[in-house]
């Protein structure tokens, strides 16, 4: 993966653990091809600001971690990649988020289908109380992706595939999703992400209410799944975050503290805050 070097000098040691203001995200930030870039975004709930000039590239078909103690910020900063955040009532956004160069907080921009091509899978399994064939059809219906009953099928069929669920599924697609087990309920709901062709997937701590072999295959899948789009996971598991994504960037206190590589960040971190969280000294 292209990406472009913004610093070399390791910041001096911080025996509180606290970061200037005034302190840039080390490590490599941007890409020469990235999907989606974020400038200087802040995002607040009322008062409080809660995201602190936040600086990053996310590349084509990358899979990027984001790792960080609880309330951090990192979820926050996630769900404001496709306006999640507009359905928090006091929440506000600023900064420059883009696509394709597409300002995705322009004032005219259809965020229903923004949510279309930028999917989202959440914490806990949320199949619709519906059939296993209807959730994954929903949106496809609701775009109007599918023109015939024989499209909608192949839409069906080809989504469950690309989420490892169709052979598990195939004979009882008109049972409730809601029946199927944690993991599967998380596969569906990831069929029922890529059923709208997204561009990106988003994913905020996708395997944190499964069992252990139920997140190893959502594991594989976000591999399989990185050939065709592009994804960001925050996960509380930092175990998860070396074996599954290209690059991890550290959230502290609201602050984007470094962007690595996966494997640098967890053998040899640039910043002494990156290296105390993952050593276990606080989090």
Known sequence: MNVKRETTAKPAVMDTLEISEHQATVGHCFSDNAKMTMRNVNVFYGEKQAIFDVNVDIAKNEVIAMIGPSGCGKSTFLRSLNRMNDTVEGCRVEGDVRMDGEDLYAP????????????????????????????????????????????????????????????????????????????????????????????????????????????AKIEELIEELSENFTIAIVTHSMQQAARVSHRTAYFHLGRLIEVNPTEQVFTMPEHDLTEAYITGRFG
């Open 108 to 215: 005219k921009l259809d965020v229903v289908e923004l949510r279309a091509r930028v999917g989202m899978v959440f914490q806990k399994p949320n199949p619709f109380p519906k059939t296993i064939y209807d959730n994954v059809a929903y949106g496809p219906k609701i775009h109007g992706l599918a023109d015939t009953r024989v499209d909608l099928d192949e839409i069906v069929e080809n989504s469950l595939r690309k989420a490892s669920l169709w052979e598990e599924v195939k004979e009882r697609l008109h049972q409730s999703g809601t029946g199927l087990s944690g993991g599967q309920q998380q596969r569906l709901c990831i069929a029922r992400a890529i059923a709208v062709s997204p561009e990106v997937i988003l994913m905020d701590e996708p395997c944190s209410a499964l069992d252990p072999i139920a997140t």
